[in-house]
T-cell receptor, first 112, second 111 residues
């Protein structure tokens, strides 16, 4: 099955700085790469995703980049704000399936 | 749309008791997923259905766990008998393609 590794497990940044979270995956046939944000006590929510025919996608202060050759994708958050503090999960499906394998999560703390 | 609905939101039960968690997916979604989340193991897929049929239950920890989807708008996850190590947050999610939408979760505590 698909194997997803996510780093770092925790990340602290000063408000206004950038944050980068990276995931690697094993199945070269994977073609969909979402990022979920989970605030304390809440459900995971999809914040951005990218398909394998695109190298980068931006949505305001967040962006996802994909390197299919190296089999890794990253979440970039610029101008971080305290409300960005949460646990972020990457995920990817195996070939031919809508089942997602999630990374272990990154706890991001934005220090005011 | 109300989104994915789960009940109960919190459940406290004693070891050995039967627990039933419920989920109503988003209308029109033909995939339904049950996840368990703990600090130690993260977000684990237990089972998923497509068009009410179980497709992969390899994540179900043991025979004490069972799941059903009798129709397109309702699914249950049952634990019988429950054990303290089953304490976790259980999420249901639904989708019609890759994008999964999670319910609010059920926080289960087994004492």
């Amino acid at each position: 099955g698909e194997n997803v590794e996510q780093h770092p497990s925790t990340l602290s940044v000063q408000e206004g700085d950038s944050a980068v979270i990276k995931c690697t995956y094993s199945d070269s046939a994977s073609n969909y790469f979402p990022w979920y944000k989970q605030e304390l006590g809440k459900r995971p929510q999809l914040i951005i995703d990218i398909r394998s025919n695109v190298g980068e996608k931006k949505d305001q202060r967040i962006a996802v980049t994909l390197n299919k050759t190296a089999k890794h994708f990253s979440l970039h958050i610029t101008e971080t704000q305290p409300e960005d503090s949460a646990v972020y999960f990457c995920a990817t499906p195996g070939a031919g399936s809508y089942q997602l394998t999630f990374g272990k999560g990154t706890k991001l703390s934005v220090i005011p | 749309d109300a989104g994915v609905i789960q009940s109960p939101r919190h459940e406290v039960t004693e070891m050995g008791q039967e627990v039933t968690l419920r989920c109503k997916p988003i209308s029109g979604h033909d995939y339904l997923f049950w996840y368990r989340q703990t600090m130690m193991r993260g977000l684990e897929l237990l089972i998923y259905f497509n068009n009410n049929v179980p497709i992969d239950d390899s994540g179900m920890p043991e025979d004490r766990f069972s799941a059903k989807m009798p129709n397109a708008s309702f699914s249950t996850l049952k634990i019988q008998p429950s054990e303290p190590r089953d304490s976790a947050v259980y999420f249901c999610a639904s989708s019609s393609s890759y994008e999964q939408y999670f319910g609010p979760g059920t926080r289960l505590t087994v004492t």
